[in-house]
């Protein structure tokens, strides 16, 4: 008999009964869902992990568990709430991090964590600033996690090997779309080398390595009804990577003023105001730490980030969409053009946004 939703919440730890366990949110990557249960026992949070996408999930969730450990006891250490905000990865009724299904499916569970909010945009400055410093007093946290960690996608920030796989969808064009993409093309190749260079400075440690969360939209960061942030979630990225590299991904999702598949460009633009205060948020907590080369990287990371967003998401369109869930055939490459307007407006702004963060060090050494 095919193994239901029930059955597989069954393989776990839970305290309580099931009540219910019904799909969550719209993630791009796994397929989320929420098991309530009866009563005082707490809520779950089940996910099927995308193995076409996490080639190794045993070794992601003993990332994921020893990472929520690790701020679960600074977490307690600062006097907080480590039931709200750390993650607690619930193990099987045999003692693994994951369940694997009758079919080879992989299934995770963690504790929801109740009465919160998540966005998927920031509205106003005030939040950006308060997501600024979530990451960055997430950044902190792990800034003494010394252990190793899995690689849980390969290359994933690193565009020298994005290039790799860019040159090799080129060459296969599997969906017979190049043909229209020209434009979008050069688009890419006009900005390899600068993009490359800035990868060189991580290559040679002038930029340093550290654990770094390496998907920080705004809807992996979970908010408090007072608007505080609690806890940042979805941490199946966490890696070794630049820190950087955090702060950019923020800027492309929190700093758009419009969607990031918007199909009006003219929506689509980065918001100072916004960069702004995610800027202030995130250096109230991080400048004491950051290298020079952090800080004068730091603007570029945006601009970085959006390109290989860019990236990813034509080299799937060109692939024939087999990475990101879409919602029209269309959706990856208006994803592509809202992405490549952002990209385009940073650049603008650039000089701007380099002044700003000199202005914010400066505020929070003196
Ligand atoms: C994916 O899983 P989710 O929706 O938080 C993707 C990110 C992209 C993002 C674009 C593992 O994030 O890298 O920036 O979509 N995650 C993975 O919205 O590829
Ligand atoms: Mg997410």
């Avoid at 990475?323 to 053009?337: A, G, M, V």
Wanted: proline share 4%; glycine share 6%; aromatic share 10%.
């Amino acid at each position: 008999m095919k193994e239901g939703l029930n059955d597989i919440a069954a393989k776990f730890q839970l305290s309580g009964v099931v009540e219910s366990v019904r799909p969550l949110g719209d993630g791009f990557i796994n397929d989320t869902f929420i098991v309530k249960t009866v009563g005082d026992a707490p809520d779950y949070i089940l996910q099927r992990k995308n193995k076409a996408i996490f080639p190794d999930v045993p070794a992601m969730m003993d990332n994921i568990n020893r990472v929520s450990n690790h701020i679960r006891r600074h977490v307690i250490a600062a006097g907080g709430d480590p039931m709200r905000e750390a993650m607690t990865v619930v193990p099987t009724t045999d003692g693994k991090l994951c369940y694997e299904g009758t079919n080879g499916d992989f299934w995770a569970t963690t504790v929801f964590i109740p009465d919160t909010i998540a966005y998927n945009k920031a509205d106003t400055p005030e939040l950006a600033r308060k997501g600024g410093q979530g990451i960055g007093r997430f950044q902190a946290q792990l800034a003494d996690f010394r252990e190793p960690l899995a690689e849980t996608i390969k290359g994933f920030h690193n565009i020298r090997f994005r290039f790799q796989q860019w040159d090799e969808a080129l060459k296969r064009d599997a969906a017979g779309r190049i043909k229209d993409l020209s434009t979008e093309i050069s688009w890419i190749e006009n900005r390899r080398k600068k993009m490359l260079d800035f990868w060189q400075l991580v290559e040679d440690g002038t930029i340093p390595t550290r654990v770094t969360h390496n998907d920080t939209k705004i809807n992996n960061i979970l908010f408090d009804k007072n608007g505080e942030v609690l806890c940042v979630i979805d941490l199946d990225t966490v890696m070794a990577s630049t820190s950087l590299n955090d702060f950019g991904d923020a800027i492309r999702s929190y700093c758009n003023t419009g969607d990031e598949d918007d199909q009006d460009l003219s929506r689509v633009s980065m918001s100072v105001p916004m960069f702004e205060a995610y800027a202030d948020g995130y250096l109230s907590e991080r400048a004491a730490q950051l290298t020079q080369s952090e800080l004068d990287w730091l603007a570029f990371s945006a601009l970085y980030i959006t390109y290989e967003q860019v990236l990813r998401f034509l080299m799937d369109y060109i692939d024939g969409d087999n990475y990101y869930k879409i919602k029209s055939p269309d959706h990856n490459l208006i994803r592509t053009h809202a992405q490549e307007r952002m990209l385009e407006d940073m650049e603008s702004k650039y000089p701007q946004m380099q002044d700003t963060i000199v202005n914010i060090d400066k505020k929070y050494r003196m």
